[in-house]
């Protein structure tokens, strides 16, 4: 089995998978390295599944907004795989003055930042989506959001690369970064050796110990999120769903399933027993945020539920990198649980910086060393 | 035969089988023969192939099918089934409705 390559990408989830992809794309030659059994056993296959532009922070808009309008829309033709991408719209429900408040400030955010979100009142939002409750009292509308499938969409990157040729191990955990002549070229798993002219993590929460290996920290911690699925329903609406209250968020599927996120307030506190296990008290809480919106759904039958863990870094933007003390090295990590969305235009990004060309959009922001102390 | 890492080993040409319409996950309708095309699209873990085929995501969660699965998936890869990882079984066991999900703090009241 082949050790060398151009890029070596460590971690196998959507963000190292597309990265691989466009990378052979470019005709180069990669290996990715997956520390679990599965490829995309992280964040890429636990989320929501939301392709969202509104609700991010400025400095990553950008990328939303490149990704809503280029690579999402032809994700699926580009891939050969349908990776269930609708671009339907994002309601984003209040039920309180209060709530409406918090609307209007994001609305005003992402206005001023060039993104088309207006507030709409209770009978507008009735009329994009009829199943509302009364409670609704408005909110903000983003036409142009959407949602795709996470598991397809990571495993369609997979896919679409390993038959350009990337090679993909699994259950090969990395445990060191070596510099030779100054420069990250070796990495060491549990059992091999492996090098490339530039290596990229891109391992969600276990980027923080791998970076280490070369004296790099990023501030972040690892936070569990977890989502619920129900049986299918029949097709109902398209659009991506969250609030203001963030009781819940989510979206119905292409199989008809609803599929929906949300927190029971004990995230900080949570258990960690080193696997993702969901919390008793969060799926049942999810379902009462749910029903206040959505009383049509209150004999949906809940099939699924599951956890995962998100890198929260300590701004809430990911890091997207090189790392000027180890050339060679490129970090993109931090994600913070807004990476899926992102996850196209951070594979090409990615893809530009491995092999020195000219990123089509700036990175500048997403920095390690962005990090100072308050004082 | 031990565990395959590497997803660039050569599974072979894929050949149809006569009985590659049988539905195999009869929840998800899922046939044996997007199970066999699955593993030559790369996917070699049972839960990959839930996650690409949607096999075991049904109302019984892979409790029928998920030794037929296993065993479809360990011929096609070439190593003995007790290889093959299950596929994780996810709360709550029978599906339920949303309204008796959430009624629980009440119970407890």
Known sequence: MEHCADVVIIGGGIIGNSTAYYLAKKGCSVIVLEKSEDIGNGGSSRNGGGVRQSGRDKRELPLAMYGAKKLWPTLSEELDMDVEYYQEGNLRLGKTEGHIKILEGLTKNATSLGLDVTMINHDEAKAINPYLSAEVMGASWCPTDGHANPLLATLAYYRKARKLGVRFVTSEEVVEIRKIKGKARQVITTENTYEGETVIIAAGYASRKIAATIGVD????????????TEAQPPMFYQMLGTAAADFYGHQSTHGSFV????????????DNGTPVTN?????????GIMKYFPCLEDAKIVRTWAGWIDVCVDHVPVISHVEEVPGLILACAFSGHGFGIAPTVGTLLAHMAVGEKTILDVSDFRYDRFKAKI | MSKIKDRLINLGEFVLQPDDDMIICRCEEVTKGEVR??????????TEIRRYTRTGMGLCQGQTCGRLIKGIVARELGVAPIELEAAVVRSPMRPIEMKVLGNEGKEAR
């Open chain 2, 37 to 46: 095309k699955a593993v030559h699209d790369g996917m070699f873990t049972l």
């Open chain 1, 260 to 271: 929906f996120g949300g927190t029971s307030g004990f995230e900080e506190v949570n258990k």
């Open chain 1, 218 to 229: 990023i501030p972040m911690n690892p936070a569990l999120l977890e989502v619920l699925v």
């Open chain 1, 280 to 288: 008793s008290l969060t799926a049942s809480c999810i379902c009462r």
